[in-house]
């Protein structure tokens, strides 16, 4: 069935340090979502992506779908305390297929 | 608007005995997802509920099941505990034509004895 992989598994940085995850799926995907889970919170979403070698930001995150529709990345530039909690990347095979997250990546940012 | 209601927030359980999860969604959301995340295998899919049908099921055993009702609230039993089934478990909703982006509740958190 289709997985989702996503890399690495924790991050440790030091503020102000960029910070990058990355998503791959066993499929294309029709889209891509991003979602954010603070410690001792729930994953809240914070981007859609939908079109090959789509690119968007949002502040200092910037995130990028590949043009094969298979992988993605989140970048964070010059970290914050702020940006702790773990990224989730969430994509689905086709419109018959399940929603399936992948396993996260903890940031933890140093002062 | 409010969120995603999920009732109750924590439960202690004893193997075998059963439990019943509830979902309120975003006011307008008709689809209902449940998601049981642990820190081993992070989030795991367990069924998606749209006008009352559930339109996909997860991998997990026949214990776990679902419902939706006409005004899209929707819960979820487990029965027959076993201890790992102690975990948190999410709720989500979205809008028809935007179902890949859910908003979550906080979660019921599951400890299973």
């Known amino acids: 069935g289709q997985q989702v992989m996503q890399i690495p598994q924790y991050q440790h940085v030091q503020e102000g340090e960029d910070f990058t995850t990355y998503c791959n799926s066993s499929t294309t995907l029709s889209n891509i979502q991003w979602y954010k889970q603070r410690p001792g919170g729930h994953p809240v979403f914070l981007i859609q992506?939908?079109?090959?070698?789509e690119v968007k930001k949002q502040k200092r995150l910037t995130f990028q779908f590949g043009e094969a529709k298979k992988n993605s990345s989140l970048h964070i530039t010059a970290t914050q305390t702020t940006d702790v909690g773990t990224y989730f990347c969430a994509g689905r095979g086709g419109s018959q297929g399940n929603l399936i997250f992948g396993k996260g990546t903890k940031l933890s940012v140093k002062p | 608007k409010a969120g995603v209601t999920q009732t109750p927030r924590y439960l202690i359980k004893t193997r075998g005995q059963q439990v019943t999860l509830s979902c309120s969604p975003i006011?307008?959301?008709?689809?209902v997802s449940w998601y049981q995340q642990t820190p081993g295998q992070g989030l795991q899919f367990l069924f998606e509920y749209f006008s009352e049908t559930q339109r996909n099921k997860g991998n997990f055993p026949g214990r776990f099941s679902g419902r939706q009702f006409s005004n899209s609230r929707s819960e979820m039993n487990v029965s027959t505990l076993e201890l790992g089934d102690s975990a948190l478990y999410l709720c989500?909703?979205?809008?028809?034509?935007?179902?890949?982006?859910?908003?979550f509740g906080a979660g019921t958190r599951l400890s299973v004895l």
């Open positions: 992506l939908v079109k090959s070698g």
């Open positions: 989500a909703s979205s809008l028809a034509g935007l179902r890949d982006i859910q908003y």
């Open positions: 006011s307008g959301h008709r689809s």
